[in-house]
């Protein structure tokens, strides 16, 4: 994976954690924080360039380099500030990736309706799901159980799928998965190891967190 430029909302935890693993992959960081404090903070304890202002504000974005940006992250404690940054970056400045974690799971599925890529509640799948070719149209993250240990997602098996007409017991899924249900043709089935898979299905299932990328890999096969 080439490495690339990614605009990170919100310098907490979360935000410090997730560009310090980003840029142990060797990509380029910039952390937008409004709290002056945080920002000092920042500047010293990693090695990222450190914007002063609020997310959503177009001439902050600009400062932080949005422009020339291939992700913009929004991982603030607002989920209402984390969509307006995200939709700033796709409607005005047209950032390829734009990912937002929500603090509430309850907002899922209005962060995905207003135009999210790919909403998160877990933030131990962002720094992985950014460096992943995984698109949204592909992978939507349902729900997340056991206070984000584990996550219901549903992905569509793409046209070019080398598992077309696979049976579920052929395919090796990682440890701590399991596909609970599949939607084909807007019927819902409840599947066994004789179920085949076709494209355009749309699997739904259940996974620890460690398992997550390694399943979402495993149903992307092309």
Same mark, same amino acid.
């Given at each position: 994976?080439?490495?690339?430029?990614? $605009? *990170?909302?919100?310098?907490? &935890? $979360?935000?410090?954690?997730?560009?310090?693993?980003?840029?142990?992959?060797?990509?380029?960081?910039?952390?937008?924080?409004?709290?002056?404090? @945080?920002?000092?903070?920042? !500047?010293? %304890?990693?090695?990222?360039? $450190?914007?002063?202002?609020?997310?959503?504000?177009?001439?902050?974005?600009?400062?932080?380099? *949005?422009?020339?940006?291939?992700?913009?992250?929004?991982?603030?404690?607002?989920?209402?500030?984390?969509?307006?940054?995200?939709?700033?970056?796709?409607?005005?400045?047209?950032?390829?990736?734009?990912?937002?974690?929500?603090?509430? +799971? @309850?907002?899922?599925?209005?962060?995905?309706?207003?135009? $999210?890529?790919?909403?998160?509640?877990?933030?131990?799948? *962002?720094?992985? %799901?950014?460096?992943?070719?995984?698109?949204?149209?592909?992978?939507?993250?349902?729900?997340?159980?056991?206070?984000?240990?584990?996550?219901?997602?549903?992905?569509?098996?793409?046209?070019?799928? &080398?598992?077309?007409? @696979? &049976? %579920?017991?052929?395919?090796?899924?990682?440890?701590?998965?399991?596909?609970?249900?599949?939607?084909?043709?807007?019927?819902?089935?409840?599947?066994?190891?004789?179920? +085949?898979?076709?494209?355009?299905?749309?699997?739904?299932?259940?996974?620890?967190?460690?398992?997550?990328?390694? %399943?979402?890999? !495993?149903?992307? &096969?092309?």
């Amino acid at each position: 994976m080439r490495n690339m430029r990614i $605009v *990170i909302v919100g310098g907490g &935890k $979360v935000g410090r954690y997730l560009a310090a693993s980003l840029m142990d992959r060797k990509n380029r960081i910039t952390i937008i924080e409004q709290d002056r404090f @945080r920002c000092r903070q920042l !500047a010293n %304890l990693i090695d990222a360039e $450190v914007v002063l202002g609020d997310g959503t504000d177009p001439d902050v974005l600009i400062a932080a380099g *949005i422009q020339r940006a291939d992700c913009l992250v929004a991982v603030t404690g607002s989920d209402e500030t984390n969509l307006v940054a995200v939709q700033l970056a796709k409607e005005q400045f047209h950032i390829p990736k734009a990912i937002a974690r929500t603090n509430d +799971p @309850r907002n899922l599925e209005t962060m995905r309706a207003l135009g $999210v890529d790919i909403p998160v509640s877990s933030t131990g799948m *962002i720094a992985q %799901l950014i460096e992943q070719e995984i698109g949204a149209a592909e992978m939507q993250l349902l729900a997340t159980l056991n206070k984000g240990r584990a996550s219901i997602i549903t992905i569509t098996l793409s046209e070019n799928s &080398k598992l077309h007409q @696979r &049976k %579920l017991r052929d395919i090796e899924l990682p440890a701590g998965s399991l596909i609970i249900s599949i939607v084909r043709n807007d019927e819902l089935i409840i599947p066994n190891g004789n179920t +085949p898979l076709y494209t355009g299905d749309e699997i739904v299932a259940v996974c620890e967190g460690s398992s997550q990328i390694q %399943l979402l890999k !495993a149903l992307k &096969k092309s």
